[in-house]
């Protein structure tokens, strides 16, 4: 494994080279959409983004409106999250959701706490998942939502997580051309590894981030949920990844 900062962040998140790049590299963000959405749908008054890496989702919904906390442990990716518009209006917390201090929030429980992308993913253990869950339960008043995005292990996507189906060769201003691809290291069910690989062509450095992501299917979710305060209300189809991806929404038991 490549090294990681004092929270675990992977080097992806971690290491400030890659941290700047992570948006240019995948500009759309059509993804964070649906959590947009809930923004209304669920009166969204306030919000915590667990896992809110550069700050693309916080700083929207700071940009609508809402208050919001934005929790990571990579500060590379803070970094850059504190200088997008809207950012000034976001409550940037370094460390994990066990670290978010509600009282230290305005004192107010919040409306919705999410975790986009492959956030819900990265616990691979059982102690660290329900450890995360469990603070978003104290974070969340009653009655208030979670809402996660996790991989279907039965479209086991990581078979296509290879340099032949992943290589790109991109062309980022102020920084040149960057070849990226990712390979599988291990697959030991219900956990996935994996390495990003990057060559910047302007001075041929060639950086690494392994990671590793835990699949679980929709009874061990609705399990966890139910041990940590959550019951799963619905399981909604990831429109970026259709029939590839779940959107659980969670109700904090009252």
């Known amino acids: 494994m490549t090294p990681m900062d004092d929270n675990g962040a992977d080097q992806i998140f971690a290491h400030r080279r890659l941290a700047q790049i992570y948006d240019p590299l995948d500009p759309d963000r059509s993804d964070l959409d649906p959590y947009l959405a809930m923004l209304d749908e669920f009166d969204v008054g306030s919000l915590l983004d667990i896992g809110c890496g550069t700050g693309t989702f916080a700083c929207a919904a700071a940009r609508r409106n809402r208050r919001v906390v934005g929790v990571d442990p990579a500060r590379a990716s803070l970094d850059v999250a504190a200088a997008k518009p809207g950012a000034d209006r976001v409550n940037w917390v370094h460390g994990t959701a066990v670290d978010v201090d509600v009282d230290a929030c305005d004192r107010a429980l919040f409306d919705l706490a999410t975790m986009t992308a492959n956030v819900a993913q990265v616990f691979t253990t059982d102690d660290d998942w329900k450890q995360t869950l469990s603070a978003a339960a104290a974070a969340v ?114």
């Open 141 to 254: 008043r009653p009655g208030g939502v979670l809402a996660f995005e996790t991989r279907d292990p039965k479209q086991r996507a990581w078979e296509q997580w290879n340099r032949r189906d992943t290589f790109r060769r991109v062309d980022l201003p102020d920084v040149g051309l960057v070849e990226t691809w990712v390979d599988v290291t291990n697959e030991s069910l219900p956990l996935v590894s994996f390495r990003h690989t990057w060559r910047f062509e302007s001075d041929g450095a060639v950086l690494t981030s392994d990671s590793t992501l835990r699949f679980r299917d929709l009874d061990a979710i609705r399990t966890s949920l139910s041990e940590t305060g959550w019951r799963l209300d619905d399981v909604r189809d990831a429109p970026d990844r259709p029939g590839l991806e779940w959107v659980c929404i969670a109700v904090r038991d009252l």
